[in-house]
């Protein structure tokens, strides 16, 4: 027998507290998220949550303290709860006042290239009218530098964009002259193959401080065979490059993108190898979009989400193995999902952003002066859907374009915060309206959440990364890491 | 003894409109409209559901369609009252967090 008595023969046999915001989804049979309004998330069984909600939970429940210290509920000793959400909340939510800081600049849409999946509908090499003129230029310059962001990320499109250097040697040196008196942090990026990258482009790259973002599929095989050129030697001119804007550039000013095809589904070990072998220090595994060639030629249709899932979690279990092995490599995707879920911030990724990052998060100015919403925008209009179109930097103002009906209909219509699941959704926190992604594939801009490929895919990819922080504390650890990146 | 691998179109079940909330019930019912839709209707106190599936399924898997469905409407019931409870420090909690941000426009100064 002891000789002391436990702590609850002290205390009421349940205590007084006050219900704070939060919403709840199911892990799995017995365990629910729960998440406040800051997106602060918890692991609770049925039992605790039906307790809690009918204030039968007592003070000393082993899930009593983290309640109280996530916001969850509140009582005498943490009357504090609501004024810390709102901080949180704030701050998450700060980007929204200080909008689009990402500029796309199409400056062509010529590509030697001609990937069947491509984003881009590219035209052909030879074609000159898809350039962007040094006129039409200037204009979205200005309009870009009207935004109200103080850090202006420039980056430049195509096609190849290389196809039209002078073009951007003109964007950048203006945009410098332009921003001496408006001393905004201005950053450059060129998303280029790589291909025609030679040490004129790159002395320039390094004079103006600007990035290189290449695209990599995985081993030579996989990547010629997905991006066919003239002399099928696009992996081989990929490497070259990088390794060049390396020497140039230093290693951290050149990353790469892979695009996900069905022959890159069984490979996914082989391609995080690629990147590892080429010294990237992570990857970033991306589904298909459903624009341009991709759904012309069918691509989008050739796995579904439950495949590209299968495929997401393989890369990320190796990708773990590989860090227990003492290797510091990151997975991208999951580190924007996890900065969501375990910090204040919001990283600003378009696709994962409510109210959408259409507008707010980017905007896209096309060869031919056509202002979008987002790039997936110009992709659609280029399949001759034009409803994200907010006008043309020749004949609209900055007001006019960022006050489009076809920009604010969606972006109101979509606020998963207001829509039909989603409202009650545990992990609306952490995932994204996307009006452009469901306008192409349902006809609306909302579609139909428990019919929507991006919901089910969104809700697995959450559940996985919970599932794996909650039963491994390494992994734990190593997300945190990613989170905080 | 019944057979269970019948396939079957369409099940009913019932639901206390003093237990139960009509908005929690088509909440639920919204969540499986991939797999059913539902005829919701009202007969005194009683709220009736008939399901009809999008493709027919055995018996035993209609059975265990209809027990996630009254699982997910007794979650949607929790969800309704815990958003009655806490809209009111909700509200305040968001008020709080835009109130200097210029996002929300103070209706008092700006109306009529």
Excluded at chain 1, 199 to 222: A, K, Q
Excluded at chain 2, 71 to 91: C, F, G, M, S
């Amino acid at each position: 027998m002891s000789l002391f008595q436990g702590i609850e023969q002290y205390q009421a046999p349940t205590a007084a507290y006050q219900l704070l915001p939060f919403r709840f989804t199911s892990l799995d049979q017995d365990q629910y998220v729960l998440t406040n309004l800051a997106g602060e998330y918890l692991i609770v069984d049925r039992r605790t949550l039906v307790e809690l909600q009918r204030h039968q939970l007592s003070s000393t429940d082993p899930a009593y303290c983290d309640l109280r210290a996530r916001h969850f509920l509140m009582d005498a000793s943490s009357l504090i709860g609501p004024a810390l959400l709102s901080l949180k909340l704030r701050t998450r939510y700060h980007r929204l006042a200080e909008f689009t800081g990402l500029h796309l600049f199409v400056v062509t849409l010529r590509c030697e290239h001609a990937c069947p999946y491509c984003q881009v509908s590219r035209q052909s090499e030879d074609t000159l009218r898809y350039g962007m003129s040094p006129e039409t230029a200037s204009a979205a310059l200005d309009l870009a530098l009207r935004s109200p962001s103080q850090h202006i990320k420039i980056e430049f499109q195509g096609g190849e964009p290389l196809l039209n250097f002078g073009l951007i040697q003109f964007l950048v040196q203006e945009a410098e002259a332009r921003n001496q008196r408006l001393g905004k942090n201005l950053a450059f990026v060129i998303a280029t193959n790589l291909a025609l990258i030679n040490d004129d482009i790159l002395r320039f790259c390094r004079d103006h401080s600007i990035l290189i973002s290449t695209s990599l599929d995985g081993p030579r095989d996989l990547h010629n065979a997905n991006r066919p050129r003239p002399g099928g030697d696009s992996y081989e001119r990929t490497i070259a490059g990088i390794a060049r804007a390396r020497q140039v550039l230093g290693s951290d000013r050149v990353s790469a993108l892979m695009t996900t095809t069905e022959a890159s589904l069984p490979r996914v070990r082989a391609i995080i190898d690629e990147y590892v072998t080429q010294g990237f220090t992570g990857i970033f595994l991306r589904p298909l979009s459903p624009y341009g060639f991709a759904i012309k030629t069918r691509s989008y249709r050739a796995y579904n989400a439950e495949r590209w899932l299968d495929f997401y979690k393989q890369g990320v279990d190796y990708v773990i193995e590989l860090n227990r092995q003492g290797m510091d490599f990151a997975e991208y995707y999951a580190s924007i999902i996890l900065k969501k879920m375990l910090t204040s911030e919001d990283p600003g990724y378009v696709d994962l952003m409510s109210p959408a990052g259409i507008g707010i998060g980017a905007l896209v100015y096309n060869y031919d002066g056509s202002v979008y919403a987002s790039d997936e925008s110009r992709m659609l209009a280029e399949m001759g859907q034009e409803q994200f179109k907010l006008g043309h930097v020749l004949t609209h103002r900055y007001e006019e374009i960022i006050s489009s009906p076809n920009l604010l209909d969606p972006l109101e219509e979509s606020f998963a915060y207001s829509a039909p699941m989603c409202h009650d959704c545990a992990f609306e926190p952490y995932c994204g309206a996307d009006p452009v992604l469901h306008y192409a594939l349902y006809g609306d801009y909302l579609g139909r959440k428990p019919e929507s490929e991006f919901c089910r895919r969104n809700m697995e990819m959450f559940r996985y990364l919970i599932r794996k922080m909650e039963s491994d504390p390494f992994v734990k650890q190593l997300f945190m890491k990613w989170a905080n990146r | 003894m019944k057979d269970l691998d019948k396939p079957t179109k369409s099940l009913a079940t019932t639901f206390d409109s003093k237990v139960f909330t009509l908005i929690a019930i088509k909440k639920a019912a919204y969540k499986y409209i991939r797999v059913f839709s539902a005829d919701i209707t009202m007969q005194g106190e009683q709220i009736n559901c008939q399901l009809t599936f999008s493709s027919p399924v055995s018996e035993e898997e209609g059975g265990r369609l209809v027990e996630d469905f009254k699982k997910e409407v007794l979650d949607q019931d929790l969800r309704e009252r815990l958003k009655a409870e806490t809209e009111a420090v909700r509200n305040v909690i968001l008020a709080h967090a835009f109130s200097k941000t210029g996002l929300i426009t103070d209706e008092s100064l700006s109306g009529d």
